[in-house]
């Protein structure tokens, strides 16, 4: 028994992430066309899927309705979200929740973060093993690092270079204060920052998502997090690895047994 996670797209075009034991299978936002999360589906050979969504901004919720009346599947959201998610759902069955709570062998906790509208990120249990998923945060407190200690498996947002956002001629000003407030993303450094608290918890794997197109790039979110952890005594490729998740494109299978 084990957990494993594979990012389908994670970003501001569209985000899904499949977290799976043998038995049970989560998707964890539905912001891609069904057809590729069929693709993803099958490429790991599961099916019968629950939904669990972080929260009702276009590129977490996009495809839910067709989603849910593909699958008439369980949906599970925080219920400060029940009603802006409610009116997506087009089949199958929506349930608030604010606690921890259980789907199939998984058990599955919520917890608050940040952001401009009610948020959550995940943390799933199975047989000993953690998996946590964190996004669209705009701020890390107590909460949050304790969410993430004692995990096997963090995927992070690691969103954006706070320069190359004050720097972005193309951004409007009301927009940059957004992205860098206390309720909008979190920036590679503080994403490092929290990482480096956590990392000695038992971390194995980190996933960096929701880089954006605009005021990130890949190699240097990596670099920052790599150096970050390094300093904290962890040596990246050997004592934890660091992978990237993309837009539009699905991450290698990440697993814990």
Avoid: W
Avoid at 5 to 30: E, H, P, Q, R
Avoid at 80 to 87: E, K, L, M
């Amino acid at each position: 028994m084990g957990l494993k996670l594979c990012s389908l797209s994670s970003g501001s075009k569209g985000n899904c992430i499949i977290v799976a034991s043998d038995t049970t299978t989560l998707l964890i936002d539905a912001g891609i066309a069904v057809v590729h999360i069929l693709k993803g589906l099958k490429l790991l050979n599961l099916e019968n899927p629950s939904v669990l969504i972080t929260h009702a901004h276009s590129d977490h919720i996009g495809n839910l309705p067709a989603l849910s009346r593909k699958f008439c599947p369980k949906i599970y959201c925080h219920k400060d979200s029940f009603f802006a998610v409610n009116r997506h759902i087009k089949g199958g069955e929506l349930m608030g929740i604010d606690s921890e709570f259980f789907i199939g062998d998984l058990k599955i906790t919520p917890f608050k973060v940040s952001h401009d509208v009610p948020c959550v990120g995940y943390s799933v249990y199975n047989d000993g093993r953690k998996i946590s998923i964190v996004t669209d945060i705009g701020c890390v407190d107590n909460s949050v690092e304790d969410a993430l200690y004692g995990s096997d498996i963090v995927l992070i947002e690691a969103n954006h270079d706070e320069g190359m956002v004050k720097n972005n001629m193309n951004y409007p000003e009301a927009l940059k204060q957004r992205i860098l407030s206390n309720r909008g993303h979190l920036s590679n450094e503080t994403c490092a920052k929290l990482l480096a608290k956590v990392i000695n918890s038992g971390v194995k794997q980190v996933v960096l998502g929701h880089m954006s197109a605009d005021n990130n790039r890949p190699q240097l979110a990596y670099d920052v997090i790599c150096k970050e952890l390094n300093n904290a005594g962890k040596k990246v490729g050997v004592d934890v690895g660091v992978a990237l998740a993309y837009p539009g494109k699905a991450s290698n299978v990440f697993e814990v047994n």
